[in-house]
Each structure stands twice: as structure tokens, then as C-alpha cells.
């Protein structure tokens, strides 16, 4: 049976864009030189990416350019996480193109096996097999979760996914599906989520009071709205 407790989340919060130009360790020069240095563009422009920004097409269902972004943040080791998942994708659903979900990872130190099956998932998505991997996982979390070593397992789901296991193997162990998962981290401590599951939908952090089909129908028509012309 999953886990329905409660959960702490975090209060919900806005992001937005952040620009700062920065000349770094400038030495003095000249105030002609200064404008030569503005003309060509020698300085550093630096900004904090809108959600969605940087979303690998893998991790995401439904077109780029829809008014509305669900990010599912989510640990593969968490029953509910489980749970929730099913029931933001029925969503996306209803909503067609309006509305692009993405499952971003948030494996919590709580859960031992959280991060090896994020890197599971992300070595399927090198495959093209990112969003079948996740629904493996979740399907038999029970088992993989509370094995010693579970590696064997998630190569099981691998080879039924019909995956080039030796391929994945290379990649599982690799330093690319690591760094995919760390952007995923980062970006969550920029949007204000500290646990798992979290949903934000355009930049708003839905809270625990308005979890649940019925609180994020209502985020998301809200979002549609605030998009419309």
C-alpha cells in the first residue's frame, strides 16, 4: 500500500528572472575603452532561467510552447511520489497542448536507491525510454526499494524495456545522467521545493492545502488564464 501521511513541504513561492551584467576584476581603463567593451559585448550577462528553461524534450510530454508548465519533482524511491505522478500525467491529459508536464529529479537522502534509479531513468532516456523507465520504477518500487542491491533489478527492467543493455550499463555509471539529475537539484532550490513530491506550475509552488487533482486543476486554470492575451 503507498504511503498517503502527511508531508513537509515548503511554502509556496514566485520565481521570476533575475539579470545582473558583471565586469569581472576590471582593471582601470579608459573611458573610451569602457564603450569599446560595451559595443562588442565583452562583459558577462548572467540571468536565472524561467522553470522550463531547460528542460531535456525526454523528461517532458506535450509541445514547448504551451501556455502552461507542470514540473513534477519527484523521487523514484517515494510511494507518494507514486501516487501524485498518475495523476498530474491525467491532467496534462485533460488539458492537451495547453499544458507541457515535467518530471524532474529529487532523489532525497532519506531513501538509499533514490538516486540509482534516477540515474536508471535518466540512462533509459538516453535510449529514448526515460518516461517508460519512471512508470517501471514506480510500478515496483516495493520490490527494488527494499533490496540490498537493487542494480540488478532496475538492468531487469532495462532488458524489458527492450533496452542496449550494455549501453545502459555505460551510461547508469556515467557522468552525464549525474549531472541531468544535479540541474534537476539546482533548479528545484531556485523554485523553493525542499521535498518530494512538489509540483510547481509556471513558477508557483503548489502548497500542501491545494495538493491534490482538485488544487491543481484549479492552479492550472489559473495559469491558463494569467497566459491568455
Known sequence: MLDTGSRDRS????????????ILNPPKRSSARIARLLITGC???SAIA???DDVRPANALGPAGAPV???FFSDLQCPQCARYEPMVKNLKTEFGDKVRMVLRHFPMQAHEHAMLAS???EAAAQQGKFWQMAEALYRSQWIWAKAPAPRAILTDKARELGLDLDQFQKDL????VRERIGADQRHAKSVGVKTAPSVV???YNVPNSEFGENGFR??????LAKAAP
Open 11 to 22: 511554502a509556496c513561492e514566485k520565481s521570476g528572472y533575475h539579470f545582473t551584467m558583471k
Open 43 to 45: 562583459f558577462t550577462l
Open 50 to 52: 524561467a522553470p522550463g
Open 69 to 71: 508548465t507542470i514540473e
Open 119 to 121: 540515474c536508471a531513468a
Open 173 to 176: 555509471d556515467g557522468t552525464e
Open 201 to 203: 506550475i509556471n513558477g
Open 218 to 223: 484549479t492552479a492550472i486554470k489559473a495559469a
